[in-house]
């Protein structure tokens, strides 16, 4: 399984957990979609950067591996 699968299954797990919570607790319901709405806000920010840092760092393999290949071909030529 990739871990990039893992990383959004736990981030689900962690949205779905929030609003169940939060549906269950007992207040208003204008008071509990705000609650909702709130969490889910936090937890999209949350997972931007995450995913933005996922992508820095594939990028940077990227760029690496790149390098390589491109100082093989050199030496090979």
């Known amino acids: 399984m990739r871990s990039s699968k ?22 208003k ?9 709130r969490k889910c806000t936090d937890y999209a920010e949350g997972a931007k950067e995450k995913l933005n840092d996922y992508i820095d760092v594939i990028t940077d393999e990227y760029d690496t591996i790149k390098t390589g290949a491109m100082e093989l071909v050199h030496k090979g030529k």
């Not at 893992?6 to 207040?27: D, N, W």
């Not at 319901?29 to 709405?37: H, N, Q, S």
């Open 6 to 27: 893992v990383v959004m299954g736990i981030i689900a797990g962690a949205v779905a957990g929030a609003v169940l919570g939060t549906l269950f607790a007992p207040a």
């Open 29 to 37: 319901g204008t008071v509990t979609r705000k609650r909702i709405a």
